[in-house]
């Protein structure tokens, strides 16, 4: 195997999703978070696998590194963090509900709800997108490849349009980095870092 060579195949592979990267979309996310903000919604985030630790860290980003000199805060709660609950609701009804069984607890109207899946097709992602249609919050979804499920359903997808797992999860990460810097450019006072 060369090494060099294909570290280069996957920087280039990288850079021709990033080229690609739907700005449109991008804004459109958010507005939808900073428009939860300043209605005091609560925002929900999720995911399996490495989609998990993205949600994760969404959510520290945006409760933390946006808002920590703020008297006002972003409500942001990630479902795959409370290991007991997530567990409980795998082992006495079924893997495909943990998310939604929190949400039935925690949700109101008007929140929002952002569902992360590489395949866009988990199956407790898209049961909980549902539930959120259902009971009128708003959507978003980030997955990879085509799209698939999670992309028709939601109200604003973005889609890293790449066949590898490991590249839409960078993607992801990206996403998630460039949404905090603009949510807290929007939030901080002009000259605050």
């Known amino acids: 195997m060369n090494i060099p060579y294909a570290a280069k195949q996957y920087l280039s592979e990288l850079k021709e999703v990033l080229d690609d990267f739907n700005l449109e979309q991008f804004e459109k996310i958010v507005n939808l978070i900073l428009n939860a903000y300043e209605n005091e919604k609560q925002i929900f985030t999720m995911g399996n696998g490495g989609s998990a630790s993205t949600a994760s860290h969404f959510a520290c980003d945006l ?27 795998a082992n006495d009804v079924s893997y495909d509900v943990v998310f939604v069984e929190q949400l039935k607890n925690f949700f109101n109207p008007g929140d929002l709800v952002i569902g992360i899946s590489g395949s866009g097709n988990s199956e407790n992602v898209i049961k909980a997108i549902h539930h959120t249609k259902q009971n009128n919050g708003q959507t978003i979804g980030f997955s990879g490849f085509s799209g698939g499920k999670l992309a028709q359903m939601v109200d604003v997808p973005f889609v890293a349009k790449v066949d590898d797992i490991q590249k839409v999860e960078d993607i992801h990460m990206i996403l998630v980095h460039m949404i905090m810097q603009a949510i807290y450019s929007a939030l901080q006072p002009r000259g605050q870092k």
Do not use: Q, R, S, V
């Open 63 to 89: 409760n933390k590194g946006c808002c920590t000199n703020l008297e006002k805060k972003i409500k942001m709660i990630c479902l795959n963090d409370n290991t007991p609950t997530l567990l409980a609701f």
